[in-house]
């Protein structure tokens, strides 16, 4: 056999191969090779053909990507019409549907073939000779419009069919859709790219598909599902569409797994109610279920009306989009200070439930959206997801309303809002003080690593803001035992527990006082940096930008968050009373040559036998050190114990200095 002759029979072999595996992927859902190793043999292909451009073919799998961009696209005669189906809303018109084609064909039961119904594209692909030559849209069922070139990009598409007994041409009809996964991921790609986001996964789908560049739609998440046949000739198939469809998935075309036969119109409402319950955890969107009946000869018989088939209905679920009028905006302010638009809408069912809210996410969302108060909104709620507003019809638009922005001051304590450069979140300054703030406060207060008041758990919390005996931070250290044990599940003893854990907490240090403050941005690492570096509490609350902008592990962000806190009026108060109660030792300021470490970025992971690991921080930090929990490119150094954890690993990876036990004390004794 001469060399080329081999090199034909090895790329045969690779694009048998890679069907092959495209229909263990995307048909049977259960791939036999690793990622990795399907893009050896794909890159084996292409560097093959690069070398024998003569040996490539419309078929390979090498070619779904690179065609020249469309002027437009050429129209399709469909010469089996792509018919709509009828909807029903009810069972009973379910029953009715059933019925009637039972009265017609004089049968007492029927079989139907049961489906999704995928809310995307409908297409028909033209296969000849196994080879696909054409693929269309549905359009107005009677022609469509030619997207070859976008389908062939789509992987889940095989150009040529399994095996050898399909007819000389078959047409082929399904869904082009979008995952929800993948919709998710091309929304953050755009949002990335700053272009318009898309509304919905079937808006996505069709925007894909018509792209008149076909690279375009080589980058979008497209996937596809058959759900039928049209024109056949040359051979004759199955008498029941449930088998036609086991044959084209024997052809390597994916059919939906979920789809089944079922008896009668009892089968059919209880696959309905299985389905609208697992709605919300497909992976995919639907908006339905078809029922078909499943006998070509009864189909045939059957014939159509209009222009839909008698033996064939779509049994549509509640929508889950409506359009309705946005009345206007209200803002909730969270736990964290974070501001939240939110749309007060005229009451509309979607998706089964009355909805008169919906989420507007943020001031970026609301201008994306242009949602103005007076608009036509599109509603969308999915499942257990807060409903949230998707679109605005700008044409039903009347007048010339004024565009929304977020208040400058917080609707529930007037304090002054900031957004962050970088963030898309705005936040109220007035943490200490802000009512919708205030459990969280608290919370972050007494945690381990600010305050550590041992005993004043999450719900103890709750009790004491519920009961106002808590309208800020300061008020803890006014709490008597009296107080806390007429509280619910509080004796004398855990109440009289508790005050002496508050009187414990009124000696910190003044980066345990910064962190549990709660400022925007400023961790425990930060605070330590800001209490070696400054010294004094006196001297960080009166710092501006520029001066905090100098130091070690502050950046612009960071800076802005702890100067606006600070400038209130409202957390002054606060801070002014905590003060006469909490005390700590000053703290030396000391000198770039007393800071050895300054700079240095250490991960802590293992059990030490020496110390404790939060014992070995506190060193690190005196020393000017950054210890963080997470390695990274830019860590310098990750201490290991015994039995450490995958920190230890990713080092390795990263190449970052492992230091010992060992090596760790004579660090922190020599600096």
């Not at 995307?120 to 033209?126: F, H, R, V």
């Not at 058959?226 to 086991?246: A, Q």
């Not at 052809?251 to 709605?279: A, D, F, H, I, T």
């Not at 509080?490 to 345990?512: F, G, H, P, Q, Y």
Request: aromatic share 6%.
């Amino acid at each position: 056999m001469s060399v080329l002759a081999e090199i034909h029979k090895r790329v045969e072999t690779l694009r048998k191969e890679i069907n092959y595996h495209n229909y263990r992927y995307y048909v049977l859902d259960d791939p036999e090779i690793t990622d990795a190793g399907y893009d050896r043999l794909l890159r084996e292909l292409e560097l093959l053909e690069g070398e024998h451009p003569e040996l490539i073919t419309p078929d390979s799998p090498t070619q779904r990507v690179g065609a020249e961009p469309l002027k437009e696209f050429a129209e399709v005669q469909h010469e089996v019409p792509m018919l709509s189906l009828a909807n029903a809303f009810s069972d009973s018109e379910v029953d009715d549907f059933d019925r009637r084609g039972r009265e017609r064909l004089s049968v007492s039961s029927q079989e139907y073939s049961v489906e999704p119904k995928l809310d995307g594209l409908a297409i028909s692909l033209l296969y000849k000779d196994g080879v696909l030559t054409r693929a269309a849209t549905r359009g107005d069922g009677t022609k469509g419009e030619d997207v070859t070139l976008n389908v062939r990009t789509i992987d889940a598409i095989p150009l040529r069919l399994l095996g050898n007994d399909y007819p000389r041409e078959l047409e082929v009809r399904g869904e082009v859709i979008i995952t929800k996964a993948g919709f998710e991921a091309l929304n953050q790609q755009q949002r990335k790219n700053d272009a318009k986001l898309f509304a919905n996964p079937r808006n996505a789908a069709a925007g894909s598909l018509r792209q008149l560049d076909p690279r375009i739609t080589a980058t979008r998440p497209l996937s596809f599902y058959c759900y039928g046949v049209g024109k056949v000739d040359g051979d004759s198939l199955p008498p029941r569409h449930s088998e036609i469809m086991r044959q084209l998935k024997n052809w390597g075309l994916p059919v939906n797994p979920e789809s089944r036969v079922v008896n009668g119109v009892k089968g059919c409402l209880e696959y309905y109610r299985e389905m609208q319950g697992k709605r919300d955890s497909l992976p995919y969107d639907i908006d339905g279920i078809v029922y078909k009946v499943d006998r070509l000869d009864q189909q045939k018989k059957l014939g159509f009306v209009a222009r839909a088939p008698r033996w064939a209905l779509a049994h549509k679920f509640p929508a889950q989009e409506e359009m309705t009028t946005l009345l206007d905006i209200d803002v909730q302010v969270g736990r964290t200070g974070a501001l939240t638009p939110v749309a007060r809408l005229e009451p509309v069912h979607v998706g089964g439930v009355m909805v008169s809210n919906a989420t507007l996410h943020n001031q970026d969302e609301i201008d994306r959206l242009d949602a103005r108060i007076g608009d036509t909104v599109i509603v969308r709620r999915a499942g257990d997801v807060i409903p949230q507003v998707v679109g605005v019809v700008i044409s039903r638009r009347q007048g010339r309303p004024r565009r929304y922005k977020l208040p400058g001051t917080c609707p529930v304590c007037a304090s002054p809002t900031v957004r962050l450069s970088g963030e898309a979140v705005t936040y109220c300054t007035g943490g200490l003080y802000c009512a919708a703030q205030r459990k969280q406060a608290v919370k972050h207060f007494a945690s381990r690593r600010a305050m550590d008041i041992e005993g004043l758990g999450d719900k103890l919390v709750e009790q004491l803001v519920d009961e106002q005996l808590v309208n800020d931070i300061a008020d803890l250290y006014q709490l008597s035992v009296a107080q806390l044990a007429g509280l619910d599940r509080m004796a004398e003893k855990s109440a009289s527990n508790l005050v002496k854990a508050l009187d414990k907490s009124r000696t910190t240090t003044l980066a345990r006082f910064l962190y549990a403050l709660g400022i925007h941005d400023v961790g425990e690492t930060t605070a330590q940096t800001l209490a070696r570096h400054f010294g004094s509490l006196d001297a960080i609350r009166k710092v501006d930008e520029a001066t905090l902008m100098t130091v070690s592990d502050v950046g612009p962000v960071v800076a802005k968050s702890i100067v606006e806190f600070f400038k209130q009026t409202h957390n002054q108060e606060v801070i002014g009373k905590l003060i006469k109660e909490i005390n700590w030792p000053e703290v030396e300021v000391k000198s770039a040559a007393e800071l050895p470490l300054q700079g240095k970025s250490f991960v802590l992971t293992g059990t030490l036998s020496s110390m404790t690991r939060d014992e070995a921080k506190a060193e690190l930090q005196a020393l000017g050190a950054k210890v963080t929990g997470s390695v990274s490119k830019k860590t310098d150094y990750v201490v290991v114990g015994e039995n450490p954890g995958s920190k230890a690993d990713k080092a390795e990876k990263l190449g970052v200095e492992i230091l010992d036990e060992t090596a760790l004390q004579k660090l922190l004794k020599q600096g």
